[in-house]
């Protein structure tokens, strides 16, 4: 596999968090050469929540290029029609308003500095976005929900597999932007 360049910037523009009965995806942006991607854009209180900060960094909705979705879950696509039909990218396919496009997630690049791996464990059909930036190879992953696991996901089909794909995703990544929580760096008592 090429190896990541390291031209990305990546910002976070909402911090997610599960606590019942209130739960929003983290939601990130991306950019790099010519590509502005949006990485899960879920449920949140209100879609301000990641308009705002989106204007703050001065982009506009329309001049995100690409979407790229974990998982098919809701509080990770919902507001994917925030912006204009783009393509959005998931683990089999890249969708552009009608055209539905089969190609596999693995090995991906939207640009040098952005790839997708899939990465079978909250879902079988999870992803991961790895960003190579000049500080850090950023995993944007749903393989934990937090830093603090859980280190048996309640929705997880193979815990073997889950295991498997954190700890390849660790091998890959010196930071983890999990699903629902804040980015970390990788410690004895991440979850494996």
């Known amino acids: 596999m090429t ?18 009965p209130n739960v929003a995806g983290t939601v990130s942006l991306i950019r790099d050469a010519d ?9 949140v209180a209100d879609r301000e929540l990641i ?23 809701l509080d990770h696509t919902l507001n994917i029609a925030l912006f204009p039909a783009v393509p959005v990218h998931d683990f089999q396919s890249v969708i552009e308003g009608d055209v539905f496009t ?20 909250h879902t079988p059909q999870d992803i991961t976005t790895l960003v190579g930036t000049v500080e850090d190879t950023i995993a944007l992953t749903h393989l934990w929900w937090t830093e603090e696991g859980p280190a048996d996901d ?17 091998d890959l990544a010196t930071l983890i932007v999990p699903g629902h929580g804040a980015p970390f760096r990788a410690g004895s008592s991440t979850p494996r």
């Open 3 to 20: 190896e990541l360049a390291r031209t990305a910037r990546l910002d976070i523009l909402v911090e997610g968090y599960v606590r019942p």
């Open 35 to 43: 590509r502005v991607v949006i990485v899960d854009p879920g449920m």
């Open 51 to 73: 308009l705002r900060p989106l204007r703050d960094l001065g982009v506009r909705p329309e001049e995100v290029t690409d979407v790229v979705v974990s998982h098919h879950h």
């Open 102 to 121: 089969q190609r596999a997630a693995e090995g991906t690049h939207i640009t040098p500095s952005i790839r997708l791996h899939a990465t079978p464990g």
């Open 154 to 170: 309640p929705y997880s089909l193979d815990r073997e597999e889950l295991r498997q794909q954190r700890e390849r995703v660790l």
